[in-house]
């Protein structure tokens, strides 16, 4: 994919540009995003009209002129004294962040943290849909995880190209964590979201998002040792 990437004015923000128009936010603004969504489709349960970057940074801790930044990136301004349509949030939010579509991936390993995330029927509602398990474990092959078929590794490539997914989501042992990813790669994969502590290398190209919850965990637990108890980690 072309990557262009040009200066925003804004603390010398670099936003990228990409060949169909749209843009690449900066990571901490993607990583945001997400949450002012929650808060605003609870709002729209609750039939609320409108809402104010005051009000979204009251209930979520962040500045409201962060949020205002945030949300101008991808062009939503509020109303003065009136602040931001819900629903029209919501909507656009979504179309952004890409919830609303579907994006098939594999699940490349199956045991207990893989398995819950096939489980996890809120990830639909964001979009990712698994279509497919893939383990070494020869008890496991050949089972499903609700309606989600497991199969051997060894078929992953085969899988790809019948089904034509392009993301995996990898929750493997860390001694094959690299292996893995390699042969995610060689077997089409363009997107992968590793779990794993493990920090995986992938070449020009594929996407690579990891989500290491070890990691998180050694920070509350340093947090909590150091007495910082009122410290927020993002």
Do not use: C
């Amino acid at each position: 994919m072309q990557v262009e990437k040009t200066a925003f004015a804004r603390k010398g923000t670099m936003i990228e540009t990409r060949h169909n128009g749209k843009q690449a936010l900066p990571e901490p603004t993607l990583r945001r995003l997400p949450w002012y969504l929650a808060y605003v489709k609870m709002l729209d349960a609750l039939h609320v009209e409108h809402v104010s970057s005051t009000q979204i940074a009251k209930k979520l801790n962040v500045d409201a002129s962060q949020i205002a930044k945030d949300l101008s990136f991808l062009n939503i301004k509020g109303k003065t004294r009136i602040g931001y349509e819900v629903r029209s949030l919501v909507k656009e939010l979504t179309d952004f962040l890409g919830f609303k579509h579907r994006h098939n991936a594999f699940m490349i390993g199956t045991g207990s943290l893989g398995s819950a995330l096939m489980r996890d029927v809120n990830l639909v509602q964001y979009g990712l849909n698994i279509v497919a398990g893939f383990d070494v474990e020869p008890s496991l092959v050949g089972t499903k995880v609700g309606e989600i078929p497991i199969y051997d590794i060894a078929e992953l490539g085969e899988r790809q190209r019948a089904l034509g997914v392009t993301i995996a989501v990898l929750a493997v042992p860390v001694e094959h964590a690299q292996e893995v990813t390699d042969r995610a790669v060689q077997s089409g994969i363009k997107a992968i979201w590793n779990f794993t502590p493990y920090r995986i290398k992938v070449p020009n190209g594929v996407v690579l998002e990891n989500t290491s919850i070890y990691a998180h965990l050694a920070v509350m637990y340093n947090r909590i040792d150091a007495g910082l108890y009122n410290t927020q980690t993002h």
